[in-house]
C-alpha cells in the first residue's frame, strides 16, 4: 500500500475567483452538447460538531485521508482512515470519545502514520449523497479542520452539493473543476453487493488480520460458503475495474 500524499493547507481562495471560475465553466457548458458531468474540488472548514472537524482541528498538523466509506446501517457508516504521526493506536482512544463515533479499530502501521476502522453515525452530507445517488470519490483529505472533497455530479447536482455546503460552513472554495463523460463514474455495484460489502466489512472479514473466516461469515447471513465466495469474487473484480479503468477527463 503506497502511503498517502502530504498535501498542505493552502489559503481557501476568495469568493470572486470563484464566481469567475463558475462564470466560466458555465459559458463552456452552454457550448458542449452532449450529458456531461462536473467534476469539482471542494475545499471545506468541516464543522466542529462532527468527530473528523474537531480532531483535525485540534491536531493541526495531523494529516487524515479517508480511504473509503460503507453502510453500516441507514445511519451508520464504516471507513478506514490513514492518519499520520504517532504509533499504531495512538489515536483510537481520543477518537472513540467523540459522541458521534461508535467503534475504533487499529489496523496496521503505515508510513508515517496508521490506519483506523472507525464505525460512525453518518454526517448530514451523506444523507445528501444518497438523496442525489452520486459516487463519494477516495480519498477524502483533511488537515487543519480544511476538508479536501471531490464532487462528481452534473450541473444540477454540483449546484445541490455546493449549497448543502455552505448551508454547514461559512468557509467554502472550488478550487478546481473539470468535465468527463458521466459513464465512466457510475457506480458498479447493485444494492445486494452493497449490502454483502457493509456486512463483510463490519463483521472485519476484510481486516488485517482477519477479523472472521469465511465459513463464519457465511453462517451469520444464512448462505453457503460457496455462494458468499463466489459474490465477494464478483464484488472484488468490480471494484479491481473500476479502479483501473482509464478517465477521459478534460483539464
Same mark, same amino acid.
Given at each position: 500500500?503506497?502511503?498517502?500524499?502530504?498535501?498542505?493547507?493552502?489559503?481557501?481562495?476568495?469568493?470572486?475567483?470563484?464566481?469567475?471560475?463558475?462564470?466560466?465553466?458555465?459559458?463552456?457548458?452552454? =457550448? /458542449?452538447?452532449?450529458?456531461?458531468?462536473?467534476?469539482?474540488?471542494?475545499?471545506? %472548514?468541516?464543522?466542529q460538531d462532527l468527530w473528523f472537524g474537531r480532531f483535525?482541528? =485540534?491536531?493541526?498538523s495531523v494529516r487524515v485521508e479517508v480511504l473509503n466509506?460503507?453502510?453500516?446501517?441507514?445511519?451508520?457508516?464504516?471507513?478506514?482512515?490513514?492518519?499520520?504521526?504517532?504509533?499504531?493506536?495512538?489515536?483510537?482512544? /481520543?477518537?472513540?470519545?467523540?459522541?458521534?463515533? @461508535?467503534?475504533?479499530?487499529?489496523?496496521?502501521?503505515?508510513?508515517?502514520?496508521?490506519?483506523y476502522r472507525i464505525t460512525y453515525r453518518n454526517p448530514?452530507?451523506?444523507?445528501?449523497?444518497?438523496?442525489?445517488?452520486?459516487?463519494?470519490?477516495?480519498?477524502?483529505?483533511?488537515?487543519?479542520?480544511?476538508?479536501?472533497?471531490?464532487?462528481?455530479?452534473?450541473?444540477?447536482?454540483?449546484? /445541490?452539493?455546493?449549497?448543502?455546503?455552505?448551508?454547514?460552513?461559512?468557509?467554502?472554495?472550488?478550487?478546481?473543476?473539470?468535465?468527463?463523460?458521466?459513464?465512466?463514474?457510475?457506480?458498479?455495484?447493485?444494492?445486494? %453487493? =452493497?449490502? @454483502?460489502?457493509? =456486512?463483510?466489512?463490519?463483521?472485519?472479514?476484510?481486516?488485517?488480520?482477519?477479523?472472521?473466516?469465511?465459513?463464519?461469515?457465511?453462517?451469520?447471513?444464512?448462505?453457503?460458503?460457496?455462494?458468499?465466495?463466489?459474490?465477494?469474487? @464478483?464484488?472484488?473484480?468490480?471494484?479491481?475495474?473500476?479502479?483501473?479503468?482509464?478517465?477521459?477527463? @478534460?483539464?
Open positions: 500500500m503506497n502511503r498517502p500524499s502530504r498535501d498542505a493547507v493552502r489559503r481557501l481562495p476568495g469568493r470572486g475567483e470563484e464566481a469567475s471560475r463558475l462564470s466560466g465553466l458555465r459559458a463552456s457548458e452552454e =457550448q /458542449e452538447p452532449g450529458e456531461r458531468i462536473f467534476l469539482a474540488t471542494l475545499r471545506v %472548514q468541516i464543522p483535525s482541528s =485540534q491536531h493541526r466509506r460503507t453502510d453500516l446501517t441507514e445511519h451508520t457508516s464504516i471507513s478506514d482512515h490513514w492518519i499520520s504521526g504517532g504509533p499504531p493506536g495512538a489515536w483510537a482512544e /481520543e477518537i472513540a470519545a467523540y459522541p458521534d463515533v @461508535l467503534r475504533v479499530e487499529s489496523l496496521a502501521a503505515v508510513g508515517e502514520g496508521c490506519v448530514p452530507v451523506v444523507y445528501t449523497y444518497r438523496r442525489l445517488r452520486l459516487p463519494i470519490q477516495f480519498p477524502l483529505r483533511l488537515q487543519n479542520g480544511v476538508l479536501t472533497w471531490e464532487v462528481i455530479g452534473r450541473r444540477a447536482e454540483f449546484d /445541490e452539493v455546493l449549497r448543502f455546503a455552505r448551508s454547514r460552513s461559512s468557509a467554502v472554495s472550488v478550487s478546481s473543476i473539470r468535465r468527463g463523460p458521466l459513464r465512466s463514474h457510475l457506480p458498479l455495484l447493485t444494492e445486494a %453487493q =452493497q449490502r @454483502l460489502l457493509s =456486512q463483510a466489512m463490519a463483521a472485519g472479514y476484510f481486516a488485517v488480520p482477519r477479523g472472521i473466516t469465511l465459513t463464519e461469515l457465511a453462517r451469520e447471513l444464512g448462505r453457503s460458503k460457496s455462494g458468499v465466495s463466489e459474490a465477494l469474487a @464478483l464484488i472484488e473484480k468490480k471494484l479491481l475495474e473500476s479502479a483501473l479503468r482509464p478517465t477521459t477527463l @478534460l483539464p
